[in-house]
């Protein structure tokens, strides 16, 4: 399995990025997906999360409103659009599969029930 994330850069305060990750290796179709972050000298932390049909899809408080997580599965591809971005949204954003297919495991936030993981992309952030 390989998860290829991009799309990440610098940017000022109130931009916009939209991270992509693309999926090999894998029934894409078939697993939820989710994005977390990494900030330096903290733990990786649970953003968005959305279930393998597109139709569900979760967020983390901190950016609910100002991200959207989309996926579209005849390209193996999914996608955080970033708005309103802020300092504290800097870190390094990883694209995670779930761990099982056809589950709703993503639904718990925890990094436990992704099992594929990308090399993650860096979002910087300028006030």
């Known amino acids: 399995v390989q998860l290829q994330a991009s799309g990440g850069g610098s940017v000022q305060a109130g931009g916009s990025l939209r991270l992509s990750c693309a999926a090999s290796?894998?029934?894409?179709?078939?697993?939820?997906m989710g994005w977390f972050r990494q900030a330096p000298g903290k733990e990786r932390y649970f953003v968005a999360a959305i279930s393998w049909t597109g139709g569900s899809t979760a967020y983390a408080d901190s950016v609910k409103g100002r991200f959207t997580i989309s996926r579209d599965n005849a390209k193996n591809t999914v996608y955080l659009q970033m708005n309103s971005l802020k300092p504290e949204d800097t870190a390094v954003y990883y694209c995670?599969?779930?761990?099982?297919?056809?589950?709703?495991?993503?639904?718990?936030?925890?990094?436990?029930?992704?099992?594929?993981w990308g090399q993650g992309t860096q979002v910087t952030v300028s006030s």
């Open positions: 995670a599969a779930d761990r099982s297919t056809y589950t709703d495991t993503w639904r718990t936030r925890h990094e436990a029930a992704f099992g594929s």
């Open positions: 290796g894998l029934s894409f179709s078939a697993y939820g």
